[in-house]
């Protein structure tokens, strides 16, 4: 049966300057780069993917190219992994955002976007869209690394595990933090989640 590894990009500019990422387009920072390295490393020894599919923004793509030069791989770019568009908020200081678009006193509705950005449920009709079209492609065979981004991947969780559309479950993961999962049958299984074990504890973030 197909086994699908998920993977969020090493560490971004926005990052280290603690901004809000979504949609505006961050490079790797030399931290970045070397745990791409070591995501390469540890996927050669223990789980080596057939193809790489990765989000377009070049935080990701930097990610998925490390791996797949080293793993002799081509990485193919899908638009609907990249990350949610927080629209006004996107490459905005976090702590100067707090101070322009301050948090409404109610969280929103999944139908509601901030200014000039995606709704939940917009992101998630777009993670469904790349689901279905990977399942209808994959051969029982496949082992497939997808790169993304922590809020698609949140929301790739709720499509493959059917979970009702809701802000309130997350699911975290770190600077190249791994989730395997594996379709078997009608049963969808989680292996494991956000695993870093490749990484020393000095290099994660």
């Known amino acids: 049966m197909p086994a699908f590894l998920l993977m969020r990009h090493g560490q971004s500019q926005a990052d280290l300057e603690d901004r809000f990422e979504g949609c505006a387009d961050f490079p790797l920072t030399e931290l970045g780069r070397c745990q791409a390295r ?10 080596q993917p057939t193809f790489i599919i990765s989000s377009p923004l070049q935080r990701a793509t930097q990610t998925a190219h490390a791996i797949a030069d080293a793993l002799g791989l081509q990485v193919l770019l899908n638009p609907n992994l990249r990350e949610w568009n927080k629209g006004v908020l996107d490459g905005m200081l976090r702590s100067e955002a707090l101070k322009k678009y301050p948090p409404p006193a109610q969280p929103r509705g999944v139908d509601d ?21 990977l399942i209808a492609r994959c051969s029982p065979e496949e082992r497939v690394l997808i790169i993304s981004h922590g ?46 074990e490749h990484l020393p504890f000095s290099l994660r973030y």
């Open 38 to 47: 070591l995501a390469a490393d540890y996927l050669i020894l223990h789980w």
């Open 151 to 196: 809020g698609l991947l949140t929301m790739l969780y709720h499509v493959f595990l059917r979970l009702p559309l809701t802000q309130e479950v997350v699911f975290p993961t770190g600077d190249t933090g791994m989730h395997l999962w594996e379709l078997r049958d009608s049963q969808r299984i989680v292996h494991w989640a956000n695993r870093q």
């Open 113 to 133: 976007p901030i200014q000039d950005g995606e709704s939940a449920r917009q992101v998630y009709e777009r993670a469904q869209r790349f689901w279905e079209t």
